[in-house]
């Protein structure tokens, strides 16, 4: 602890979470307004879905090139622009209430989303102590359900105040405000940036290359794909399958989602501060997916006739494994870096997880709809985050990356 407390990371740690969750937060935006905003812009509700597929696409190729983004700018440089970017996403969706132009707003917070991963993780890598990185990633991932708690916080009653573009232009001031305070740190932080590094595509495939060319990287990559599938298939029907198909209310659904996202910040700085030490990271994920199975198998068997202990008792199961265990992904793509190139091995791994959370919410749609309700759906997302947690403990027992 001497020694982490000795580094920069006192002051690295905060900054990254900061930016995280202000990122995530201008991220979740849609999802919180789209009641009120789906009627102004002409479409159903139920469009979120492919405002939520753009803006994650749209991350997933920007995370690909931030590698040569962060040498040439710096760290600190290029989340400034990611805020910008974010911000400027709201403030177009406030001030041009149409579907086209919401579209447009997502490709500007996707662009601002990819790099934010790839960012903390190189920062994070250069400033903190090698057995405490498991724990800071894990840290600085907690900004993720933070971003979400604070737009689901901030946005309802500026929304009551006022209405949805008023409550999204309201929003946009904190990224701009925050990124204009970062400008004092750039100095200490970005000094090792490289003005005259180039930016071209080179820099897109080397990210997937630096990934599937090493078997650790890309076993934990399609691990990662597994993990974001099941977790957003979580997420995103979670409510719909305690209301809508089991009549409870949406209070109580709601609650049950609070839970899982609560449960996640506390999980995620737990698994950081044992992993690495008390236990290697790849056991720690193969475990959590065992976890995640069990956890999903349980909820499959849901009635509403369940006390409400016993369905809170699962949500913080679902919660601490399914929404725990991005940190711990991000910190192993930065250790199994080859040369160094943290940047690229963590934006290629991160395309990957973007592409599960892409991928999960419609197909697990499909499984219900097509595929015998969401028992059989639930039973399939276990399956695979079975499969995937004993792939990643086989590795740690046989393979060579621990």
């Known amino acids: 602890m001497w020694a982490l407390l000795r580094s ?6 905060p900054t990254m979470v900061v930016i995280q969750a ?3 937060m201008c991220s979740f935006a849609g999802a919180v307004v789209v009641v009120r905003a789906a009627e102004p812009l002409g479409v159903e509700p139920t469009r979120i879905g492919v405002y939520t597929a753009v803006l994650y696409v749209i991350a997933m190729l920007s995370g690909l090139a931030s590698g040569g983004l962060l040498v040439r700018f710096g760290v600190i440089r290029t989340c400034q622009g990611c805020l910008l970017a974010a911000a400027l996403g709201l403030l177009l969706a406030a001030v041009a209430p149409a579907w086209p132009v919401a579209l447009l707003a997502a490709v500007l917070i996707g662009s601002a989303m990819g790099p934010l991963n790839p960012a903390g993780s190189l ?23 933070i971003g979400g708690m604070l737009a689901g916080l901030l946005l309802p009653p500026l929304m009551a105040l006022y209405d949805w573009r008023l409550a999204l232009a309201a929003l946009a001031v ?5 990124l204009l305070g970062l400008q004092g740190l750039r100095p200490g932080l970005d000094e090792d940036r490289d ?12 990210a997937l290359r630096v990934v599937l060319t090493s078997r650790p990287l890309a076993i934990l990559a399609a691990a990662g794909l597994v993990y974001t599938f099941v977790q957003m298939a979580i997420l995103s029907f979670m409510v719909i399958f305690l209301s809508a198909e089991n009549g409870l209310s949406t209070a109580f659904a709601g609650g049950v989602f609070a839970i899982i996202h609560g449960s996640a910040v506390p999980a995620r700085v737990f698994w950081g501060a ?22 999903i198998l349980a909820m499959s068997f849901f009635t509403p006739d369940w006390p409400f202990w016993a369905t809170a008792a699962v949500a913080v199961v679902l919660g601490a494994s399914t929404n725990g265990v991005l940190g711990l992904l991000l910190v192993e793509f930065a250790r199994l870096a080859p040369g160094g190139r943290i940047g690229e091995a963590t934006g290629g791994g991160q395309f990957f997880l973007f592409f ?3 991928t999960g919410p419609p197909l697990f749609a499909l499984v219900v709809e097509q595929g015998g309700g969401y028992t059989n759906a639930f039973h399939m997302i276990a399956g695979l985050a079975l499969l995937a947690g004993l792939a990643l ?5 046989f393979g060579r990356v621990v």
């Open 393 to 397: 403990l086989a590795t740690a027992r």
């Open 274 to 295: 044992i992993a690495g030490r008390l236990v290697t990271s790849w056991v720690l994920l193969g475990a959590i997916g065992l976890m995640m199975a069990a956890g």
């Open 123 to 145: 920062i994070l890598a250069r400033h903190a102590p090698p057995v405490w990185l498991p724990f800071v990633f894990s840290v600085k991932q907690t900004g993720t359900p």
């Open 195 to 206: 003005p005259a590094r180039r930016l071209d595509l080179d820099g897109v495939r080397d």
């Open 356 to 358: 599960g959370i892409v």
């Open 174 to 178: 904190i990224p701009l405000v925050t």
């Open 8 to 13: 920069r990371v006192g002051v690295v740690l």
């Open 22 to 24: 202000f990122g995530t």
